[in-house]
């Protein structure tokens, strides 16, 4: 299935046409709008909203239902909402492209199917200390500690927000919810009635198109089914290679059913296949060689969750959610099979008006298998399954009524490498009058190991001295431990104006036993097998510790009714030193100039008359000095015409400032430099046969 | 891709396009909730009659008012262009704390505001502003007009007797198409 739908997608003429005539047709409807009559009369016989009668209004259907961020303002976590306009608005594609709107947060593309992701500094390859959850499911790969980019995926139009948490999340999410969270929520199917078509097209995404199907009775029971497919080309690289071209395709569904006392049952479940082009270094031990090969990791994917929950009162309920969910990954030098079912319960109550009282528990088993496909790659053992198991508890305090809250509790956690992990928080949270909030946090959360810290056997080549070639032996260490982290964050929100709200946070990180590499033995000669060669061993420890400080200020402005204006500048430094026993010279340099330090984001949407939005978005990264990248400066643009209430059509254009810049380094082999890209879409509505 | 191919999907787009030609300007604009809700804000007030109150309330403006965090957007504004109220100008007003109220004839308290509800209801009583809201359970906690979105349709829920004691007398016509109507008192201190 995936080799046809790659086949229809995969061709760059058509894509340019396509956004030609697009472009062509935006142009044609321009002088449409410039006689358009003033916004609020433009259906002709078509009342007014004010003009309908209460009944009218009641049975009116709603197109896009969308959670406001607002709930999130009274909240004692640095939290930002990024809802399913702001979505639509950014042109984005992709769930890490999507992660560049909200502050604190660092996406650098690493080529075309890669991303490195941080939150609060620490990006890289594989995100590390991110927990990224879609519905309540984690994405997280215990493999390696973070996140496969490219194998995750939702339809984009059914996000209903994502929500992303800067800091440590350990209380509620658990271990590895370190640096942060990233929540993907999707809608309801209630919110998704209806066919929904989307097709576009680009010189990077070069062809992706979606359906969906939402049918059911519009109250207590409803469904979705939908399929998308994309495909994306290369980035741009100085050598002239084309390695990073990728595709993938995913199809899934969603129930839900409600009754009127309160109780919901969800079902959902995704299928996803993908081929992401990507180059490797492969050592070969005789002859001794490094040679960089290119090929896919060819990922697929299968996942089922259900979630009840019921509501007594609205101060008393609960949820009980299991999922299953099964990876499996092929690349030119690893596979990796792994099955993952989890169940968690979570109940709430309040007590007496002043406690708020949460407690859950939760279990997780995941087998998984490794493949080895090359001699100087391998896990030991090639089969382990993750266990974990956990409760929790915490309590919402009133301490002074309307004014002043305080929530402590703390997560206990046990897992098949470190045994109990104990993650407690305290929060307080102040609201000294309407349209202020201040807070302050203390909370303590763990990275448990990963299968690669403690199981990874690798051989490179590293050079040959004297005609005797070098190899680096990267062996697991079992007794890598978890790195602990405890964080200290405050945060004040504030309505400085009736249409301008301001959010700053400030945060002094304390890392423990963050990882880097020890050596084992020095260098020693082998004669087997032949030719003699050296072996240098080294292997994974908690050799770095120290403190990471920053803020973010994100400000949102609406200077009219028809233009926003919002942005936001982070900043992160670190402080970390390397703790004696450790080796490892450049791991402080790395964790410190891997992520930048200054970020500036500022972003415009204007509303035309007649459904036209015009948006840019302006965004600074400083440098990377650890991997030698430069500071960059680039702008997104994009422009979004609602032909009517069935057709959207839109071009946005992204990395404009500069035909391509480098945003993070690519092992082996040059930076992948990302390139200006251009993109159409058209996301047609047919009407739904719905009454 | 052949040409051919390549050919068939660009008459694929144009066919998409073409078929909806028809169906593009029949339709009304597409409604947001926030659209909806809007419209509601305004239309309440023709159900809704305030007690004489002299000089202390702007006597030339009917004032729609947003208390915190604003979630209309341009909606609130684009909905009330032009239009009047029993011969007054319709405005609409954001509003950052409850003492700005006093001017207003209807309040729409933002889901921002739901931890600080209680205070903002005792500050507001024996007030004659209407208080909307989508904050759940707003009905409950003593406010008048609680938004219910159900499925796809935005519909409301009034409390009566809140309504009553703030002086507001509410049409029958309004508590007909109302979801629910609760005749509970606030909540006792």
């Known amino acids: 299935m995936g080799t046809v739908l790659h086949a229809a997608l995969v061709d760059l003429t058509a894509a340019v046409r396509l956004a030609v005539i697009a472009v062509t047709f935006l142009l044609a409807m321009l002088p449409a709008f410039a006689l358009a009559g003033p916004p609020e009369n433009d259906q002709a016989g078509a009342p007014r909203l004010t003009e309908l009668s209460l009944e009218q209004l009641g049975d009116l259907e709603v197109t896009s239902v969308s959670k406001q961020p607002e709930e999130v303002w009274r909240t004692a976590v640095a939290v930002y909402v990024i809802t399913q306009d702001d979505i639509r608005r950014s042109g984005a594609t992709s769930i890490p492209e999507i992660l560049r709107l909200a502050p604190g947060i660092e996406v650098a593309r690493i080529d075309s199917d890669h991303w490195a992701v941080g939150v609060r500094g620490f990006g890289d390859q594989f995100s590390k200390s991110l927990l990224v959850m879609i519905d309540g499911r984690s994405l997280y790969t215990p493999l390696f500690a973070g996140m496969y980019w490219p194998a995750h995926d939702a339809l984009i139009e059914d996000i209903d927000r994502v929500e992303v948490i800067r800091g440590p999340g350990g209380t509620i999410w658990g271990a590895n919810a370190v640096n942060g969270v990233v929540n993907i929520i999707t809608r309801s199917a209630a919110e998704t009635p209806g066919m929904l078509m989307s097709i576009g097209s680009g010189n990077i995404d070069r062809g992706a198109a979606a359906l969906r199907y939402g049918g059911g009775n519009g109250s207590s029971l409803n469904y979705r089914a939908y399929g998308k497919g994309v495909s994306r080309g290369p980035q741009f690289h100085s050598d002239g290679s084309r390695f990073d071209d990728w595709w993938m395709s995913q199809a899934g569904f969603r129930t839900d059913w409600q009754d009127a006392a309160g109780q919901s ?92 009282l949460t407690w859950g528990a939760g279990a997780r088993q995941s087998p998984s298998r490794f493949i080895q496909t090359i001699p100087t790659l391998d896990f030991t053992p090639h089969r382990e399954t993750g266990s974990i198991y956990s409760g929790f508890a915490q309590d919402e305090m009133l301490v002074r009524r309307d004014r002043l809250w305080l929530t402590v509790g703390s997560k206990l956690e046990h897992n098949n490498y470190t045994g109990i992990e104990m993650e407690p928080t305290a929060r307080l949270l102040w609201i000294p009058r309407s349209g202020q909030t201040a807070w302050a946090a203390v909370t303590r959360a763990v990275r448990t190991p990963s299968r690669i810290e403690r199981g990874i056997v690798s051989r490179s080549l590293t050079r040959a001295v004297a005609a005797v070639p070098v190899f680096l032996d990267l062996v697991g260490n079992p007794d890598f431990s978890a790195e602990r982290m405890t964080g200290y964050e405050a945060g004040y929100r504030t309505l400085v104006a009736p249409q301008l709200y301001l959010d700053a946070a400030a945060f002094h990180n304390r890392h423990e036993g963050l990882s880097s590499f020890g050596l084992l033995s020095g260098a020693t000669l082998e004669s087997s097998p032949p030719p003699v060669h050296a072996v240098v061993r080294v292997s994974y420890v908690n050799g770095v510790s120290g403190s990471s400080d920053g803020f973010e200020i994100s400000p949102d402005w609406r200077p009219r009714q028809w233009w926003q204006l919002k942005g936001s500048y982070s900043y992160v430094r670190f402080d970390l030193v390397t703790t004696p026993g450790s080796i490892d010279v450049n791991a402080v340099a790395r964790y410190e100039g891997a992520s930048p330090h200054h970020q500036v984001r500022l972003q415009t949407r204007v509303d035309l008359p007649r459904g036209t939005e015009i948006d840019g978005a302006y965004r600074y990264v400083s440098a990377l000095p650890a991997l030698l990248v430069a500071g960059y400066h680039t702008a997104d643009a994009r422009i979004g015409w609602r032909v009517s209430s069935r057709v959207d059509l839109s071009v946005s254009g992204q990395n404009l400032l500069q035909p391509h810049h480098a945003e993070f380094a690519h092992s082996p082999g040059p930076a992948v430099e990302i390139s200006r890209s251009v993109y159409a879409a058209l996301t047609w509505r047919p009407a739904s046969g719905r009454p | 891709m052949t040409r051919r191919a390549r050919l068939s999907s660009i008459a694929a787009t144009i066919l998409v396009l073409l078929v909806d030609v028809g169906g593009l300007f029949a339709q009304g604009a597409p409604h947001t909730e926030y659209d909806i809700k809007a419209a509601y804000l305004y239309t309440f007030g023709r159900f809704v009659e305030w007690p004489p109150r002299g000089a202390s309330r702007d006597a030339a403006n009917f004032a729609i008012c947003v208390l915190g965090v604003d979630p209309f957007g341009a909606a609130l504004d684009a909905t009330l262009a032009g239009a009047t109220m029993r011969g007054k100008k319709v405005v609409g007003k954001r509003i950052v704390t409850p003492k700005d109220a006093l001017d207003c004839h209807v309040l729409f308290i933002s889901a921002s505001e739901e931890r600080q509800l209680d205070a903002i209801v ?16 707003f009905a409950e906690r003593g406010g008048m007009i609680q938004f219910i979105t159900a499925g796809q349709r935005v519909r409301f829920e009034i409390n009566l007797a809140v309504a009553q004691d703030a002086g507001l007398s509410l049409s029958s016509d309004l508590l007909k198409v109302a979801s629910a109507v609760r005749r509970d008192r606030r909540p006792a201190e």
């Open chain 2, 122 to 137: 005792r500050a507001l009583d024996k007030t004659d502003i209407l208080t909307v809201s989508d904050i759940p359970k």
């Open chain 1, 265 to 356: 049952l969800t079902l959902q479940g995704d299928v996803s296949r993908g081929s992401h082009g990507q180059r490797v270094s492969i050592t070969s031990h005789s002859p001794p060689a490094m040679i960089a090969a290119d090929g896919a990791l060819d990922a697929s994917g299968v996942n089922l969750l259900a979630r009840w929950q019921r509501d007594f009162t609205p101060t008393r309920g609960f949820r009980l959610q299991g999922y299953f969910d099964r990876t499996s990954w092929s690349a030119p030098n690893f596979g990796e099979t792994r099955e993952t079912f989890d169940i968690d319960f979570v109940h709430h109550q309040t007590l007496a008006r002043r406690h708020s």
